[in-house]
C-alpha cells in the first residue's frame, strides 16, 4: 500500500496523538483517586474490593506504558517515515487487550453491584456478563488482526470487530446502569430521612453510566463517519482509564455521602431562663444544659447486602441509604443522637 499523505496525517496520527494525550490525563486522574481511596478509612473494604482496584491500577499502568511506546515509535523512532505510520506495532497490539481487560474487570464489577441491589437476580449479571465478554473477545481478536495487518487493512475488512465489541459493551453498561437506578428510585420512595442521600446515589449512576455510554456511540460514528482512518483507536485508548475512574469515583464517593449524612450541628449550648419554684430575679441567670451525643456504628459486609434490600421498609432509612452506596463492605455511621439534658430545675 503506498504511504500515507503527509499531508492527510490528521485523521491518522493526530487523532491518535489527541487520544494518547487524553488517556495520559485520565491516567493522571487515575492515581490520584488511587491515592485518596488508600489515604481515607476504609478498613472495613473486603480483600476482594482491595485487590481488584491493585490490579485495574497495575494493569492501567502497563497500559499508559505500552501507548507511551507506541507514540514514541511513530513520531521519533520513525520520524519522517510515513510508510511506518500504516504498520501495526507490537504495542498497539498488545494495547487493545490489555485496554479490554481493564475495562471488562471494571465492567463486571458494576455488574454484580447491580445483581447485588436487585435482590440478587441472576439474569442481569448473566447479561452484563455475557456483553462483557463479547467486548473482551472482540478486544483480543482485534489485537491479534492487528497485530498481522496493517492498520489501513484492519481498519477497513476488520471493521466489523470494533464494532460488535462497542456494541457490546454499551449494552453492558446500560444494562447495568438502568438496574442500578431502578433499584435506588424503588428504595427512595420507601425512605423519608435520608432521601438525598439515595436521590444523589442515583445522580452518580446515571452521570458515570451515560458517560460511558456516551464514549462507547462516539467510538461507533468515528467508525461509520471515517471508515479509512483509524480514527475509533482513540475510543479505545481511552475507555479503559474511562471505566476505572468510574469505578474508583464510585468508591470515594462515600467520603462525601459520610460526610452529608451523618453531620450533626449543636447552635445552643446554654438556656437563660428561671429555675421553677423561685421567684423571679431581676436578672435572668443562665442555667447550663449538658448535652450528650452517642454514635453508632453498623458494619455492613458482603452477604449482608442482599437482605438489607429485602428490609429496606422495616430497618432504619438513614442505614438502608448509606448502605446502597457501596454494595460491598464499609463501615457506615448512621448518625447522631443528641439527648440534652437539663440541672435538674430546668427541663429542656
Partial sequence: MSSPDPSGLGPNLGALEVGVLVAYFLAGMNILQAFIYYQAEFPNDSRFIRALIAVVIAVEMF?????????????????????????????????????????????????????????KRIWILLLSGTGTMIHLSCSIVGGVESARHSISVFTVQYRYIAILGLVAGASADALNTTMLVYALYRARSRITQSRK???????????????????????????????????WLVVVLVFAKLYSNTMLATFNGRLALRSSGTQAHISVMTLTGVPKGQAPAKKPHSSPVHVQMTRQKIIMRDGQWGDTMESVDRES?????????????????????????????NEV
Fill in 63 to 119: 497500559h499508559s506504558g505500552l501507548i507511551g511506546a507506541f507514540i514514541y515509535n511513530a513520531t521519533i523512532d520513525n520520524f519522517g517515515n510515513y510508510a511506518a505510520l500504516d504498520r501495526t506495532p507490537w504495542t498497539m497490539a498488545i494495547t487493545i487487550p490489555v485496554g479490554g481487560l481493564a475495562q471488562a474487570l471494571v465492567q463486571l464489577f458494576f455488574a454484580f453491584r447491580a445483581y447485588i441491589v436487585t435482590r
Fill in 197 to 231: 442521600i439515595v436521590e444523589r446515589l442515583i445522580l452518580w449512576s446515571t452521570e458515570t453510566g451515560v458517560l460511558v455510554t456516551a464514549v462507547s456511540f462516539l467510538g461507533l460514528i468515528l467508525v461509520f463517519a471515517l471508515p479509512q482512518t483509524p480514527a
Fill in 317 to 345: 432509612p438513614v442505614k438502608d441509604a448509606q448502605s446502597l452506596s457501596a454494595p460491598f463492605a464499609h463501615d457506615v455511621s448512621v448518625g447522631d443522637t443528641v439527648a440534652g439534658l437539663g440541672d435538674g430545675r
